[in-house]
């Protein structure tokens, strides 16, 4: 087997890469030094064609390719002293046209896996096998690479959780504890190893309880007392790791049962004007969507309503195709995609006004409240119809966002006007759409660019934090592993 290296001076992205990230070629003068040599079969560009007019994100990233190639091809065919394209941050793309080249692939797999390992194994021969490796992020193409001897570079090898978690020293007990707050010069201080905040990230701390208690008089209540989340004063123009505070607003019958739900609660409790977006990457059964729709509930229904209304757009099985012949209007239609709002909003009432299971007539109140809910705050709108829209003084939940394209999840994105707050969640691990993987779909390319923006947060919540039932934690443990 290859040997695993952080930086290969040479490499081949597979199909997968490409179509995943069309920026690859075209990379600005700041960006990252992914390679010093990009080698890429002109085979490609023939399989790129099928699909360049797909209405999906491997459409639009086709026809990205497409372009940028045949400029780079015609910059390469009028140069005189080179055959190769040199990019804004001096990486250099050369394209492999060679017929010869054999294509070891016999079980049928797409010709670009072929490719790609052909041309691989032909830089292994003309630079020396260190130097070269495949991008990708296919676990078939990272399989057939390593079999056969030839080095493999993860796709986005690491994701942004909007979250971390660290041991407090105690010479900041005092610090956190009674003011509330780490300086961004005090963190720095503390931990030195670690990278600098980003705007509306999350500190979970780990402390000693007992010595918080017996040295400085300091009682552990609840969990919301050791996560801080970095904000920017635009008054002070500070930035400081401040304790969470929003989440003291929350009513009784919401309260987060994981430091996840702490963090997510925090930036769902925020006004519309310091987060308007709201990212949630988080595996099922963490009660991501039950947050999300519960806290809404609060903000529309109060006496004083920060929004009008709840704006829901459901996962789309369609991929923005029409929505079909499902009887009834638009909102009928759309309506059945969206159970899980529905199934929060009864549990929302239910939690609210305290009912008791096994009673019919309480049962019947409940759906009657819930209907009632539903016609007054919500409305149900599908992908296709989105186009044009002006989303103002909403709370928009755009849920399992994983089954959405990226050109889908950047279009719906511009539809927040002001007063609005989005919510984008939905669970990576459950990717329906043939076209994307874990970290390609809209819900993952939406965190990865908001990342560190103070217009949004990104919570992400794990396994350990999964609340629905201790099955679905065992579920998860042995099943997705």
């Given at each position: 087997?290859?040997?695993?290296?952080?930086?290969?001076?040479?490499?081949?992205?597979?199909?997968?890469?490409?179509?995943?990230?069309?920026?690859?070629?075209?990379?600005?003068?700041?960006?990252?030094?992914?390679?010093n040599d990009l080698l890429i079969p002109t085979q490609y560009i023939?399989?790129?064609?099928?699909?360049?007019?797909?209405?999906?994100?491997?459409?639009?990233?086709?026809?990205?390719?497409?372009?940028?190639?045949?400029?780079?091809?015609?910059?390469?065919?009028?140069?005189?002293?080179?055959?190769?394209?040199?990019?804004?941050?001096?990486?250099?793309?050369?394209?492999?046209?060679?017929e010869e080249l054999e294509l070891i692939d016999t079980n049928g797999?797409?010709?670009?896996?072929?490719?790609?390992?052909?041309?691989?194994?032909?830089?292994?021969?003309?630079?020396?096998?260190?130097?070269?490796?495949?991008?990708?992020?296919?676990?078939?193409?990272?399989?057939?690479?390593?079999?056969?001897?030839?080095?493999?570079?993860?796709?986005?090898?690491?994701?942004?959780?909007?979250?971390?978690?660290?041991?407090?020293?105690?010479?900041?007990?005092?610090?956190?504890?009674?003011?509330?707050?780490?300086?961004?010069?005090?963190?720095?201080?503390?931990?030195?190893?670690?990278?600098?905040?980003?705007?509306?990230?999350?500190?979970?701390?780990?402390?000693?309880?007992?010595?918080?208690?017996?040295?400085?008089?300091?009682?552990?209540?609840?969990?919301?007392?050791?996560?801080?989340?970095?904000?920017?004063?635009?008054?002070?123009?500070?930035?400081?790791?401040?304790?969470?505070?929003?989440?003291?607003?929350?009513?009784?019958?919401?309260?987060?049962?994981?430091?996840?739900?702490?963090?997510?609660?925090?930036?769902?409790?925020?006004?519309?004007?310091?987060?308007?977006?709201?990212?949630?990457?988080?595996?099922?059964?963490?009660?991501?969507?039950?947050?999300?729709?519960?806290?809404?509930?609060?903000?529309?229904?109060?006496?004083?309503?920060?929004?009008?209304?709840?704006?829901?757009?459901?996962?789309?099985?369609?991929?923005?195709?029409?929505?079909?012949?499902?009887?009834?209007?638009?909102?009928?239609?759309?309506?059945?995609?969206?159970?899980?709002?529905?199934?929060?909003?009864?549990?929302?009432?239910?939690?609210?006004?305290?009912?008791?299971?096994?009673?019919?007539?309480?049962?019947?109140?409940?759906?009657?409240?819930?209907?009632?809910?539903?016609?007054?705050?919500?409305?149900?709108?599908?992908?296709?119809?989105?186009?044009?829209?002006?989303?103002?003084?909403?709370?928009?939940?755009?849920?399992?966002?994983?089954?959405?394209?990226?050109?889908?999840?950047?279009?719906?994105?511009?539809?927040?006007?002001?007063?609005?707050?989005?919510?984008?969640?939905?669970?990576?691990?459950?990717?329906?759409?043939?076209?994307?993987?874990?970290?390609?779909?809209?819900?993952?390319?939406?965190?990865?660019?908001?990342?560190?923006?103070?217009?949004?947060?990104?919570?992400?919540?794990?396994?350990?934090?999964?609340?629905?039932?201790?099955?679905?934690?065992?579920?998860?443990?042995?099943?997705?592993?």
């Amino acid at each position: 087997m290859a040997e695993r290296k952080d930086f290969h001076p040479i490499l081949i992205p597979a199909l997968d890469a490409l179509i995943g990230n069309p920026e690859l070629i075209t990379p600005t003068t700041h960006s990252k030094l992914k390679a010093n040599d990009l080698l890429i079969p002109t085979q490609y560009i023939d399989r790129i064609h099928e699909f360049h007019k797909e209405k999906s994100s491997r459409g639009e990233s086709a026809n990205k390719l497409l372009e940028d190639s045949h400029y780079i091809l015609e910059a390469i065919h009028y140069s005189n002293d080179s055959d190769t394209y040199t990019c804004a941050n001096g990486m250099r793309i050369h394209f492999i046209c060679n017929e010869e080249l054999e294509l070891i692939d016999t079980n049928g797999r797409p010709s670009s896996t072929a490719h790609a390992l052909a041309t691989a194994q032909y830089a292994q021969k003309e630079y020396g096998k260190d130097e070269i490796a495949i991008l990708t992020g296919d676990n078939y193409m990272a399989s057939k690479a390593l079999l056969s001897d030839i080095d493999v570079a993860h796709v986005n090898p690491y994701t942004y959780t909007g979250r971390r978690k660290l041991i407090l020293p105690e010479k900041y007990y005092t610090d956190w504890f009674t003011h509330r707050c780490l300086s961004a010069e005090s963190f720095a201080e503390a931990f030195p190893d670690q990278k600098p905040l980003l705007i509306n990230e999350f500190v979970e701390f780990e402390v000693d309880a007992n010595l918080a208690s017996s040295t400085y008089g300091y009682s552990i209540g609840s969990i919301t007392q050791l996560i801080g989340r970095f904000e920017y004063d635009e008054r002070s123009e500070m930035s400081t790791l401040r304790r969470l505070h929003y989440v003291d607003n929350l009513p009784n019958y919401i309260q987060p049962r994981s430091a996840g739900q702490a963090m997510l609660a925090e930036a769902l409790m925020a006004p519309a004007d310091e987060i308007p977006i709201v990212i949630c990457p988080a595996i099922f059964g963490t009660g991501k969507t039950y947050l999300a729709t519960s806290i809404g509930l609060t903000k529309v229904t109060g006496k004083e309503p920060d929004q009008d209304r709840i704006f829901v757009v459901p996962r789309d099985a369609e991929l923005g195709k029409p929505i079909g012949f499902l009887p009834g209007d638009e909102r009928e239609k759309t309506i059945a995609k969206a159970m899980p709002i529905i199934d929060n909003v009864r549990a929302y009432v239910k939690n609210k006004e305290g009912h008791k299971k096994g009673n019919a007539k309480v049962a019947d109140n409940i759906n009657e409240r819930v209907v009632s809910l539903l016609e007054k705050y919500f409305e149900f709108a599908s992908i296709i119809n989105m186009g044009g829209r002006s989303l103002s003084n909403s709370w928009i939940i755009y849920d399992e966002a994983q089954d959405m394209e990226r050109f889908q999840i950047n279009q719906l994105m511009k539809r927040i006007g002001d007063g609005s707050k989005m919510i984008i969640t939905g669970d990576p691990n459950q990717v329906n759409n043939k076209h994307m993987n874990y970290y390609s779909n809209g819900l993952m390319y939406a965190a990865t660019k908001m990342a560190g923006s103070p217009y949004a947060a990104v919570v992400s919540m794990f396994e350990s934090e999964i609340t629905r039932s201790k099955a679905a934690r065992e579920i998860a443990r042995r099943l997705d592993h």
